[in-house]
C-alpha cells in the first residue's frame, strides 16, 4: 500500500509541475497577448496620424502653388538671359501697379515648347501672396494686355 501511495504522490508531484508549466505558458501567452492587443490599439491612431499628415502635405502643395502665375504669349527671346529681371521690370508697367516692397519672384521656370506657333509659357513662383492677389486684380481690370517688347 505504500507504494500505491508513494506513487500516488509522485504522481500528483508530476501534475503540479505540469500544471505550474501550463500556468506559466499561460501568463507569457496572456502577456504576447495583452502586447498584440496594445499595438492594435494604437493602428486607428496611426491610421489617423497618417490621414492628418496626409492632409498636410497636400495644403503644403496646394499653399505653394497657389503663388504661381503662368504668363502666356511673350515672344521669344523678348526677356533676354535673364527672365527673372524682365518679369520685375514688365509687370509693372502692364498691370500699371508699384509695388513695394519689390516684386520678388522664387523661382522661374520655363516651359518646353509645346506648339511651332506659339512661344513657350512662363510660370514663376513669387515669394509673396499679396503681391499674386495684387497682379491677379490687376490683370483682370485691365485686359487685355499687350507687350510691344
Partial sequence: MDTKISDLVAESRSIR?????????????KHRLSLKEEKLNLTPNRDQELQYLGDKLTDLRARSRRDNLHFFGFLECVEGTD??????????IL???????????????????CLKDRPRP???CFLRHEQVRQLLTAARAHRPHNFDG
Avoid: Y
Fill in 17 to 29: 509541475t505540469d500544471i505550474a508549466g501550463f500556468q506559466n505558458k499561460v501568463t507569457g501567452m
Fill in 83 to 92: 527672365v527673372k529681371a524682365f518679369l520685375i521690370a514688365t509687370l509693372p
Fill in 95 to 113: 498691370t500699371c501697379l508699384t509695388f513695394s516692397p519689390l516684386l520678388e519672384i522664387e523661382q522661374l521656370f520655363q516651359m518646353a515648347l
Fill in 122 to 124: 512662363i510660370i514663376a
